[in-house]
C-alpha cells in the first residue's frame, strides 16, 4: 500500500494493478465509477489510476464500453525458428492442446505448392488449438509432408510436433511466411474464447528441414490481445 504522502490515485491504482495481472485479456475491469464508490474520492481521482495502468499496457478503455484487462502477453522473437511448445516452455509457461483433426487428406493444388508436393500426392492435416496457462492462445492448422506421417502415433495433445519429428532427425530448420492482421470469425470466437471480431495476429509459413527439403505448411491464427512478437531489425550495409 502507498505510504500516507502518496496522492490517493496512486493507492488505487498500485491496488488495481494487482487485479490487472489476475484478469485474463478482455475482461472487464471496474469502472471509474465503482472505483470511486470503493475508495471513497472523485471520479477524477479514479480516472487518473485508470489513466497510469493504461500508460502501463495493463488495460484499455473503449469508450461506452468500459476498462478491460490487457492480461499477460506472451512474446515470440520473429528472427528464431522456434515451436510453440518450445518458446513457451522456455518462458515458464505451461503448454498444452486441444486436438481438433490429426489425420490424412487431400491438398488442395495450393496447398500441394506450399508443401512442394505434385498433384493428388496426400498430406498429414493436424489441427489444434494451442493453450499456455490454460489460455487459449492461437487456433493452428499444420500439414505436413507424407514422410512425416510417423506424428500421427503419438499423443498430439501433450507433445511438439517438432520435437517429435526430431527423434527422427526430421530438424526443422528455415522458415518463410508471413504475418498478417485478421478479424476472428465465428470459428475462431469459439475456439479461442473472444468475441468475433476480436483482432488476430495470423502466421503463414512453410518450414524446410536441414537438407533443405519442405516437410511442413503451417497457418496459426494468434489472439492478437495475448501474442506479441517481438521484432530485432538491423539497417542494411
Given at each position: 500500500m502507498a505510504g500516507a504522502s502518496s496522492p490517493r490515485y496512486v493507492e488505487i491504482a498500485n491496488a488495481l494493478r494487482q487485479q490487472a495481472l489476475r484478469t485474463p485479456a478482455g475482461r472487464p475491469m471496474p469502472s471509474e465509477s465503482e472505483l470511486a464508490a470503493t475508495f471513497g474520492v472523485s471520479r477524477m481521482t479514479a480516472r487518473q489510476a485508470v489513466k497510469a495502468l493504461q500508460a502501463e499496457g495493463l488495460v484499455y478503455r473503449v469508450p461506452g464500453a468500459g476498462t478491460f484487462s490487457s492480461g499477460t502477453e506472451k512474446h515470440r522473437s520473429m528472427g528464431q525458428l522456434r515451436s510453440f511448445t518450445r518458446d513457451m516452455t522456455e518462458k515458464g509457461h505451461q503448454v498444452r492442446s486441444q486436438v481438433l483433426a490429426a489425420e490424412w487428406f487431400q491438398p488442395t493444388a495450393e496447398e500441394a505448392a506450399d508443401l512442394a508436393l505434385s498433384p493428388q500426392s496426400r498430406a498429414i492435416r493436424i489441427d489444434?488449438?494451442?493453450?499456455?496457462?490454460?489460455?487459449?492462445?492461437a487456433l493452428e492448422r499444420v500439414s505436413l509432408a507424407p514422410r512425416c506421417s510417423f506424428v500421427l502415433t503419438h499423443d498430439l495433445a501433450?507433445?511438439?510436433l517438432h520435437a517429435i519429428m526430431e527423434e527422427r532427425d526430421i530438424v526443422p530448420t528455415e522458415a518463410f511466411g508471413t504475418l498478417v492482421a485478421a478479424s476472428a470469425d465465428a470459428e475462431d470466437a469459439a475456439r479461442l474464447g473472444v468475441?468475433?471480431?476480436?483482432?488476430?495476429?495470423?502466421?503463414?509459413?512453410q518450414i524446410d528441414d536441414q537438407h533443405g527439403t519442405r516437410i511442413e505448411s503451417t497457418e496459426t491464427r494468434y489472439v492478437g490481445s495475448e501474442y506479441v512478437f517481438d521484432v530485432h531489425l538491423r539497417r542494411p550495409q
Open positions: 489444434r488449438v494451442r493453450y499456455a496457462d490454460d489460455t487459449p492462445m501433450v507433445n511438439s468475441d468475433v471480431g476480436s483482432p488476430l495476429l495470423v502466421e503463414r509459413r
